[in-house]
């Protein structure tokens, strides 16, 4: 007969963690009863080391260690197709943006360039509004040490309209760079 294995609810620091990163995911962990919709459809999946599924079995498990250092977490695409066909509204796209963001704030990531790509996406964002895609490639490359990385495709799809040289900016920029200050000071409150 096997032993039955009991499952203590997270404590201490590990439940004010949890209920932080559940707070700004906008979800619950506990809704979800494990059908294995959200990897059946994730169109990275077969890359990372534990499907949607498993990551939120962990935080149920509370390994929130193992899910924060997940490969996962980088690879999601943010493309919301587990959020839309989760049967229970489990928003694991938003949960996943969540466990990176934690990840980042402990320095728990393994490979450098995928923070620094982060932040260049950001910075794009909080300055015009929008994504600059040439500056962003032009300030990963830089900050990676790679500055001649992928240089070979810029012209070719400067010319066909698909990258510009200069940023194109919306009008709200103003709006935001407040809603970065909001999203920033909030998190420092919480910290
Ligand atoms: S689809 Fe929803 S309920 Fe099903 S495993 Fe994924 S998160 Fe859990
Ligand atoms: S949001 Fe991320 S985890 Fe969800 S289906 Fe898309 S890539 Fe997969």
């Not at 995911?25 to 534990?50: H, R």
């Not at 709200?172 to 910290?191: L, P």
Request: glycine content about 8%.
């Amino acid at each position: 007969m096997g032993v039955a294995t009991k499952i203590l609810p997270p404590q201490g620091k590990d439940r004010a963690l949890l209920a932080r990163i559940e707070k700004e995911a906008g979800t619950s962990i506990n809704l979800c009863y494990q059908c294995g919709k959200c990897s059946a459809g994730c169109p990275v999946g077969f890359a990372m080391d534990y499907t949607p599924r498993q990551v939120i079995r962990l935080l149920q498990l509370n390994l929130i260690d193992e899910a924060l250092n997940a490969e996962s977490i980088w690879i999601c695409a943010s493309c919301d197709t587990c959020s839309a066909r989760c049967p229970r509204g489990v928003d694991i796209a938003s949960l996943m943006d969540a466990l990176r963001r934690e990840a980042l704030s402990q320095g728990k990531i393994k490979d450098k360039k995928v923070a620094e790509f982060n932040k260049a996406f950001l910075n794009g964002v909080r300055n015009f509004g929008r994504t600059f895609e040439a500056g962003l490639l032009l300030q990963h490359n830089l900050k990676t040490m790679q500055p001649f990385k992928d240089a070979g495709l810029g012209l070719p799809m400067m010319s066909r309209g698909k990258i510009r040289l200069l940023p194109v900016k919306i009008k709200g920029r103003e709006q935001v760079k407040k809603i970065f200050a909001r999203a920033e000071k909030m998190r420092g409150e919480e910290e």
